[in-house]
């Protein structure tokens, strides 16, 4: 279905249409602060549930185009069953014999699956209808205030709806399956990467000093973000460079093969399955002899990083690039700027950690301690 579509979906995800939500994602960023406020100076906390809330407000406010009242119609759980989903996935590609559906079929893990999912069918449904009307209202009269971007530029549900409607391209079916990729995709590794990269500001405090330092230099006093003050944080963007390097969400991708590939000692049969170790490429030779460190600063120098672009890959290699890369980059920056701003970290070594791996690799325990500048 992806491979289908995944052309005319793209300009959903142009950066016309991202400059759109940048002041939502500034209004949900400093929402996300205020609420933290709450935990800070109160010992270690575990910030999951706040950014995983954070990450669902965003894409509800802007990719889907929720007005306020209906930005938390996707909530905690839509994202806990998605979590049970994935680790359903994850226990039954570890057992053989479960991936014979004809047997896995018979399990309670397969009816739980599919339990969970027709849950899930349940909430999306009313958010798609709710956006159907608002659209429909919005045809009716007319509003001079629309912020609307026009043509094939809209947002994700806008796109679809409007690809289904306009030009018979999406069914029901497809549209609600684009929609979960979209928000399953964006909530469960975004929040994952922003954990991590405040647990690696925690446990370098020169790095974390440094960020803070060029935010003040690009913001000042002042408290809302342009499109202009993003391009300029530079070492900020390094730093979740590295993290995404050293610390991927994605440890592994899978690819079917379409032809041979032929290797020096064996060669890859089309038709078969290929899993590729993006945790093993970002920490391949090419990177020096400093791969396995984390150094921000190997992002400033193009010039020592490698020359083939494909060993680093974490959103993904080719045509199954991730869409919705600039999204989450924007997101996660305009979200660390009024975090650091806002408050020293400290917490766990990241060093030290353990990590579980549920489709997406994530920090186990990860306990943060916020206290707030003055």
């Not at 999306?124 to 001079?144: C, E, F, G, M, Y």
């Not at 400093?290 to 150094?295: L, M, P």
Request: include cysteine; aromatic fraction near 8%; hydrophobic fraction near 40%.
């Amino acid at each position: 279905m992806w491979k289908i579509h995944h052309k005319l979906l793209n300009p959903a995800f142009s950066q016309h249409v991202l400059n759109t939500y940048l002041n939502e994602m500034d209004a949900q960023a400093q929402n996300l602060v205020s609420q933290l406020t709450t935990v800070a100076e109160k010992g270690p906390v575990n910030i999951t549930e706040f950014l995983i809330q954070y990450v669902l407000r965003t894409v509800c406010r802007t990719s889907l185009r929720l007005e306020a009242k209906d930005q938390d119609m996707i909530d905690n759980e839509y994202a806990k069953a998605i979590e049970e989903i994935a680790n359903i996935v994850v226990r039954r590609a570890l057992n053989p014999v479960f991936h014979f559906s004809f047997l896995f079929n018979w399990t309670a893990m397969y009816k739980r699956q599919v339990k969970l999912s027709r849950n899930n069918k349940k909430l999306l449904d009313p958010i798609i209808q709710k956006r159907k009307s608002d659209l429909t209202a919005t045809k009716r009269t007319v509003n001079n205030n629309d912020d609307s971007v026009p043509g094939k530029f809209k947002p994700a549900l806008d796109l679809l709806l409007h690809l289904s409607d306009e030009q018979y391209v999406l069914s029901d079916d497809e549209i609600r399956a684009h929609l979960n990729t979209f928000v399953a995709a964006s909530y469960d590794t975004t929040s994952s990467v922003l954990q991590i990269v405040l647990l690696v500001l925690g446990s370098y405090p020169e790095i974390q000093e440094r960020v803070y330092n060029e935010i003040k230099d690009v913001f000042g006093n002042r408290q809302e973000l342009t499109k202009h003050d993003i391009t300029k944080l530079i070492y900020l963007d390094a730093v979740i460079k590295e993290v995404l390097r050293m610390y991927n969400t994605i440890p592994l991708i899978a690819r079917k093969l379409d032809t041979d590939i032929v290797l020096p000692k064996y060669t890859l049969r089309a038709g078969s399955s290929c899993i590729m170790s993006i945790y093993g490429l970002h920490r391949h030779s090419s990177w020096g002899p400093d791969a396995k460190q984390f150094k921000p600063e190997r992002w400033l120098n193009p010039a020592t990083l490698p020359t083939n672009l494909n060993v680093y890959a974490p959103f993904g290699i080719g045509k199954r690039i991730c869409i919705g890369k600039q999204y989450a980059m924007m997101s996660m920056k305009t979200s660390l700027v009024h975090i650091v701003r806002k408050f020293h970290i400290t917490g766990d070594d990241i060093s030290t950690l353990k990590w579980n791996f549920e489709v997406v690799l994530k920090a186990k325990t990860p306990l943060i301690n916020l206290t707030l500048r003055s």
